[in-house]
Each structure stands twice: as structure tokens, then as C-alpha cells.
């Protein structure tokens, strides 16, 4: 018994958000010591996890493509024309707010599924596939928009409550993490969740086990659209204004956080807490930058080379682990049984 809950604590200590958890404390302590305390005023706390909802929400996406062996390329380009098109309705249109907030789901909804059919009808890899819709609805964007940026004014409802807090957190990140705890507990305790994690683990297996492995990546991809619907949604409520450049940063940071986080991009695992944790961390990088007035260049530096060594690091693993299956298995082939049985 004893030795199980060493094992345990063992195992915990190993784990990659145990890993993440002191990342973040320690980052947000130095961080606060270098801003002389600005960053635990109420201000910064309450700037800090504004912006911190739309990193958490498109790793989510991104984690939920990978997780059936996907990738989702158009995750910014999904929010970015989600954005501008409920931006424009409300604005030139007249379409009242509270509805207007309910277009970025629908859009992003309906692009998710979009990817998802054209990657099941065409047999073609979702890379290319999303590349493509990313390229498609970038264009989309820019004619909803142009050059101009539409002012938040036309949606203060929904401004107001990007500025609403609650004991100092604001509305839109406990959102977030309301939006990451559905994720984790679809995952893990519903059916279709346990169906996509078979899927990215197993493709064939799968569907011998009467799974269709179709249905798992259009409904990835219909999941991973509508969250980045609801980045678009937070992006509304939470920025002044909407232009061609909303959705133009997503990209990079949708791979960072579940990547880091621990997430396989094999597929068949999903690591809720550690993408929220990655995505945290992506969040002290850009809030070291601010600080220290660094060029916007060095965050994607920073995060991509912490990105290729997590990557790296996991292949490494992956190989060991098979060479360890792999000697495991010819030392079962030299048992005594199996000798005997030979002769």
C-alpha cells in the first residue's frame, strides 16, 4: 500500500503540470518583483487574466484537434472572421448586441464543421485542409473589414461585460475556465469524448470496436471551431475595437499551450490542466515582454524554441518507451516456457 502512494507522489512530482505549476509561480514572482509589485495591483491582476481567457480558449481548440491526430491551422482565421462579421452586423447592420454575441459561435461552429467534412470527403490531411479554409477566411475577414477598425461602442453590453469582475477576476477568464472544466469532464466522463480519444489512439482499433473514426474528426473539428467562436466572443468583449489584425496572433500560442501542456500530437491524449498552465506561461512570456520592452519578435523566439524542445523531448520519450516494449517483449520470447515450447 505504501509503496503504491510513493509511486503516486513519485509519479505526480514527474508529471508535466506539476512541472508547469512551478513555471508559473516562479514567473509570476519574478515578474512581480521586476514590475516593483505593479503586477499584483488590481489593475495588473485584473489586465494579466483579461487577456489570458483567448490564449487558454484556442489551445483548448487546438487540443481537440490533436487529440484525433489533427492539426487546425484556421483556429486565429476562425475567430478572426467570427469577430469581424458580428462586429460589422452590429455595427452597420443594427443588430442588437445580445444577439450579435451569439454570430462568433454560430461562425465558428459552422467553419469547424466545414473543416471537418472537407477533411472526411477529400481523404486529405487536415493540414492541408485548414491551410486552405485559413486562407479562405483571412481574405473573408479583410473584405468584412478592410482597414478600418469597428469600435466596441456598438456593442457596449457586451464591452461591459469584458470589464466586469468578480472580486477583482474578470467575467471573461473565469469563462474560460468554466469553458476548459466542460472541456475536461466531456473528456473523460461522456461518451463521445472517450470515442475521439480512441480514434486519435487507434484509428484501426476503433473501428473494429464499431467507432466511427469520420465522426470523431468532424466533430473535432465542429468543437474546435466553436471555441475559437468563443475567443472571438471574448475578443469582442474585451478589445476596443475589430479590425483585420484580430485572430492575425492565435496560431503560434494555440500550439504552445497544448503542446506544452503535455498533449501528444500522435493523438489519443488531451491534458486539460497543463494547456490552461501552458497557456499561462505563454501569457508571463508576452507580459515579460511588455516589461521589459522587448520586440514582439522575441515572444514568438521564446515560445517557438520552448515549443520544438517539448516536441523534441517527447520523441525522445515516445522512442524510449518503444525500445523498453520492444526489449520487454524479446525477453518474454526467451523464457523458459517459450524455449520449451520451441522444441
Given at each position: 500500500?505504501?509503496?503504491g ?8 512530482l514527474?508529471?508535466q503540470?506539476i512541472?508547469?505549476?512551478v513555471?508559473?509561480v516562479a514567473?509570476?514572482v519574478?515578474l512581480?518583483?521586476a514590475?516593483g509589485?505593479d ?5 495588473g491582476?485584473?489586465?494579466f ?5 483567448v490564449?487558454?480558449?484556442i ?8 487529440a484525433?491526430g489533427?492539426l487546425n491551422?484556421?483556429v ?12 460589422v452586423l ?14 462568433p459561435l454560430a461562425?465558428?461552429?459552422l467553419a469547424?464543421l ?8 477529400t481523404?486529405?490531411n487536415?493540414?492541408i485542409?485548414t491551410l486552405?479554409?485559413?486562407t479562405?477566411l ?6 468584412l ?7 466596441a461602442a456598438n456593442?457596449?453590453p457586451?464591452a461591459?461585460?469584458?470589464?466586469a469582475?468578480?472580486?477583482?477576476v474578470p ?5 474560460a475556465?468554466a469553458?476548459a472544466?466542460?472541456v475536461?469532464?466531456a473528456f473523460r ?7 475521439l480519444?480512441?480514434?486519435g489512439d487507434?484509428?484501426e482499433?476503433a473501428?473494429?470496436?464499431g467507432?466511427?473514426?469520420d465522426r470523431?474528426?468532424?466533430?473535432a473539428?465542429?468543437?474546435?471551431g466553436?471555441l475559437c467562436g468563443?475567443a472571438?466572443l471574448v475578443s469582442l468583449a474585451a ?5 483585420q ?12 499551450a497544448?503542446i ?8 489519443g491524449?488531451?491534458?486539460v490542466l497543463g494547456?490552461v498552465l501552458?497557456?499561462t506561461v505563454?501569457r508571463?512570456?508576452?507580459t515579460?515582454?511588455a516589461e521589459?520592452?522587448l520586440?514582439p ?17 517527447d520523441r525522445?520519450?515516445?522512442v524510449?518507451a518503444?525500445?523498453r516494449?520492444?526489449?520487454e517483449?524479446?525477453q518474454?520470447?526467451r523464457?523458459?516456457?517459450t524455449v520449451e515450447a520451441?522444441?
Open positions: 500500500m505504501n509503496g502512494r510513493r509511486t503516486g507522489v513519485r509519479a505526480l514527474r508529471s503540470s512541472t508547469l505549476v513555471i508559473v514567473g509570476t519574478l512581480g518583483l514590475s509589485g503586477l499584483f495591483s488590481p489593475v491582476i485584473r489586465t487574466f483579461q487577456f489570458l481567457a490564449p487558454i480558449l489551445g483548448l481548440a487546438q487540443m481537440i484537434t490533436v484525433v489533427q491551422l484556421a486565429g482565421a476562425i475567430g478572426g472572421v467570427a469577430a469581424a462579421l458580428a462586429a452590429m455595427a452597420d447592420v443594427g443588430v442588437p448586441p445580445l444577439l450579435g454575441a451569439l454570430v461562425v465558428g461552429l469547424g466545414a473543416n471537418g467534412w472537407l477533411v472526411v470527403l481523404r486529405i487536415g493540414f485542409v486552405a479554409t485559413m479562405i483571412l481574405g473573408a475577414q479583410y473584405a473589414v478592410g482597414t478600418r477598425t469597428v469600435s456593442w457596449e457586451l461591459a461585460v469584458g470589464r469582475t468578480v472580486v477583482g467575467v471573461i477568464f473565469l469563462a475556465v469553458v472544466v466542460v475536461a469532464l466522463y461522456t461518451r463521445s469524448g472517450r470515442r480519444l480512441a480514434s487507434n484509428p482499433a473501428r473494429l470496436l467507432i466511427s473514426n470523431s474528426v468532424v466533430l473539428h465542429a468543437a474546435s466553436l468563443v472571438a478589445l476596443p475595437g475589430v479590425n489584425s484580430v485572430g492575425g496572433d492565435w496560431l503560434l500560442p494555440s500550439f504552445a497544448p506544452i501542456g503535455g498533449v501528444s500530437l500522435t493523438g491524449t488531451v491534458a494547456t501552458a497557456a505563454v508571463l512570456v508576452d515579460a515582454r521589459f520592452q520586440a519578435a522575441w515572444v514568438n523566439f521564446v515560445i517557438g524554441a520552448v515549443v520544438l524542445g517539448t516536441v523534441a523531448l525522445v520519450r515516445q524510449r518503444e525500445r516494449r520492444g526489449a517483449r524479446a518474454d520470447a523464457t523458459p516456457e520451441s522444441r
